[in-house]
């Protein structure tokens, strides 16, 4: 008995010591990303000098010198972020570039998908299932595969190059409906039973009883759709004519490479929206996914 406890604890040590390996390998990046914001540019050139020559070369070349991690800087500098807040207000812009696209899509994304999932959750038959099952098979699709498609109805409404041709796609997207969709049919029917004796409608039923039980599922899905369409590239790279509603997803991969310390702060002032949101409903997030908006035992 106790050897068969020293072998169980034996190996979730090591399963602590796998994760945490892994968690830190996998926040390393944004831990350097944040400190290397605050660091001077001849800090920064003097620990990546090497890396930025090679990548600001036409033709690259072997980094033979190693390259200077540092997670804490020599002199704390706030250079950086004063000119991406103050004195360059083109990254301010491409940040409400970003917000007024993206939020949008999240919360009309997420109200429509919530009303078409109750209606495939509640009625089924046949015509539905194919209707679900061509929810499925676009959802499978990658967006690349969309983007001409998307490009052709855009110029055919005469919405291409404007916001739209981004926002309403993102809109009418599978992938919350489909999630919404599996979420719901857990829901037992008995409560829909229940509230039809009481004489509640549709409606109040979709309201009181499917909307508060999916709560769960609807944060991680916003969650997960905003996280999304807020590192977009594409889209905007082939809808938009117009630079100047790029979103900085799109601007933060035309910073010059010279400008390192700037491209440092430009990113963790993109990052804080999808950190905050994400500590916020982090609860959400883990909930939704475990529980799938079913009923606790």
Request: a positive charge.
């Amino acid at each position: 008995m106790k050897r068969k406890q020293l072998r169980r604890r034996v190996f979730n040590a090591m399963i602590f010591l796998f994760a945490a390996a892994a968690a830190l390998l996998f926040i390393m990046p944004t831990l350097l990303t944040i400190s290397n914001a605050f660091m001077t540019e001849q800090e920064i050139n003097a620990n990546y000098g090497a890396m930025i020559e090679s990548a600001s070369a036409d033709r690259k070349t072997y980094i033979s010198e190693e390259l200077n991690l540092k997670f804490i800087p020599d002199m704390v500098s706030l250079r950086q972020f004063g000119s991406v807040l103050f004195k360059s207000p083109e990254y301010l812009l491409k940040f409400w570039n970003s917000v007024i696209l993206v939020v949008p899509i999240t919360l009309f994304q997420l109200a429509l998908a919530s009303v078409t999932a109750y209606g495939f959750a509640r009625f089924r038959g046949k015509v539905k299932g194919i209707i679900f099952f061509s929810y499925t098979i676009l959802m499978l699709m990658p967006y690349q595969v969309t983007l001409v498609p998307n490009f052709l109805v855009s110029e055919f409404l005469g919405i291409l190059g404007t916001r739209w041709a981004i926002i309403l796609p993102g809109i009418f997207s599978p992938f919350s409906v489909f999630l919404l969709t599996k979420v719901m049919r857990r829901i037992p029917t008995a409560y829909y039973e229940a509230a039809r004796l009481d004489g509640a409608g549709e409606i109040q039923i979709f309201r009181h009883i499917c909307l508060p039980l999916s709560r769960s599922a609807m944060m991680s899905v916003g969650l997960l759709v905003f996280i999304d369409y807020w590192n977009m590239v594409e889209q905007p790279l082939i809808l938009l004519k117009d630079e100047a509603k790029y979103p900085l997803s799109v601007f933060l991969s035309q910073i010059n490479a010279g400008d390192v310390g700037l491209a440092f702060a430009v990113a963790v002032v993109y990052m804080v929206p999808a950190l905050l949101l994400f500590l916020y409903g982090e609860e959400y997030l883990v909930e939704g996914i475990t529980y799938s908006g079913g009923v606790k035992g």
